[in-house]
């Protein structure tokens, strides 16, 4: 493809077109290229960062970094951290994860906010969080 109208002095391109299945190769080799050139952050230092994420948003964020990230993401410590900082904690631990229990905390809590009508709200709620375990209601004092 000629640029310039003909002049003398002008740049000349060429178009390559590449069949879609090639193109996607040629993207994960240079895919699998960079994941080999990029240096590994050590598993401890990962783990300092994980120790310092507050807020669930954030850790929901990290953990789509890497499969390493979910993983140190699905951790029950971290959740049940997050949790005490938001919720009261319970009498008894939770029969299922605390990431769980803080969703489905959540969620309730939503519910109860914004709609008026709290017995079917429970009605709806008990079986789910009959297997979450015991739930507690912020109250102000």
Known sequence: MKKGGGQSGSTTQKAIIVHPTLGR?????????AKRDTPRIPLDVV????????????????????????DFAEDDALWRRLYSMRFPMPSEPPKGKWKDL????????RDVLLNKNLDEILERAYPRWESVGAIALPVAT
């Open 47 to 70: 783990a300092i960062v994980v120790g310092h994420l507050d807020c669930a948003k954030t850790v929901a964020s990290f953990a789509r970094v890497s499969k390493r990230c979910r």
């Open 102 to 109: 803080y969703r489905f905390q959540k969620q309730f809590l």
């Open 25 to 33: 190769r040629l993207f994960n080799e240079a895919h699998e290229q």
